[in-house]
């Protein structure tokens, strides 16, 4: 565990796998000038939680399935029994069981949105989709707004050198629908949801605008994507795994298009899109 080295961001080192750390590391100090008070710990006002074992092939299937289910459940207990009413956790699209999938397996339709059948198809989809009836659960129980967001392949600036590659090679992105969620991006996307109240528990695809490639969205489909159906028209370069509710119920707008930050392309032409 390394500390994140932040202004403002204090670090305690929490095994969430024991409830009893958990709801102490929410009802604690974070810091020495906290007990300058003398009124006790101050309530929190919402709890973000992406700890977890990020995917598959790190740790054995049941080590990892076990680690993040029980550890979203303890989160989100604790949170919602000491009366913090916003949690955020992290879901993923690999709950739409195609990314980890065995072999060649299309999605059943496109868009893929977050009314599309999760069906995982892999331990850490699954552990994914568990936590988000885990946090359903909580917030028809307490009322509380619950958030899960289901995010797609995270894109630091420097994975941009990756993209002219994808570019060349149009299947390598079919297993994540040739989307990403650029990691600014999401940072914008959970601070609208600490912002949004009162939607008790939603799903949210966090994923950015446009479709990885330079042919409009429907044709582009046709040709790689042959037995996946279209349930609605994709305009232009909509990518096909939708962020429509993000934006709409959230306010999300992208600040990290690939197309002005991949190498090698034309700006001008990405400007204009």
């Known amino acids: 565990m390394k500390p994140l080295d932040a202004p403002g961001v204090r670090t305690i080192v929490v095994n969430l796998a024991d409830s009893g750390e958990t709801f102490n590391a929410l ?3 974070f810091g020495f000038e906290d007990l300058r008070t003398g009124g ?3 309530p929190l006002d919402a709890v973000v939680h992406f700890a977890a074992i990020p995917r598959i092939l790190i740790r054995p299937d049941n080590a990892m399935f076990a680690a993040n289910v029980l550890s979203t459940y303890n989160v989100i207990e604790a949170a919602t029994k000491l009366g913090i ?3 955020i956790i992290a879901s993923s699209i690999t709950a739409y069981g195609v990314c980890f999938a065995e072999g060649d397996r299309d999605y059943t339709s496109f868009p893929v949105d977050e009314d599309y059948d999760a069906d995982p198809t892999d331990s850490y989809g699954l552990s994914k989709l568990v936590g988000e009836k ?3 659960s909580f917030a028809s129980r307490t009322g509380a707004d619950i958030y899960a967001l289901r ?5 630091e600036p420097a994975d941009y050198e990756r ?4 570019l060349a090679d149009p299947l390598s992105r079919k297993r994540d629908a040739w989307s990403y969620i650029d990691l600014r991006d999401l940072a914008q996307i959970v601070d609208l949801c600490l912002e949004k109240d009162g939607l008790g528990f939603q799903v949210f695809n966090a994923t950015n605008d446009e ?3 330079n042919e409009p969205t429907t044709s582009f489909l046709t040709k790689h994507a042959p037995r996946t159906p279209m349930a609605r028209e994709l305009e232009g370069f909509e990518a096909p795994m939708s962020n429509r509710k993000t934006r709409e119920l959230l306010g999300f707008r992208e600040q990290h298009n690939w197309r002005r930050r991949a190498p090698g392309l034309d ?4 400007e204009a899109r």
């Open 134 to 136: 885990i946090a359903r």
């Open 151 to 155: 995010i797609g392949v995270v894109i």
């Open 211 to 213: 479709i990885i490639t």
């Open 27 to 29: 009802s604690m100090h």
């Open 163 to 166: 993209f002219p590659a994808a």
């Open 267 to 270: 700006q001008s032409s990405a």
């Open 85 to 87: 009413r916003k949690v």
């Open 40 to 42: 006790g710990p101050a």
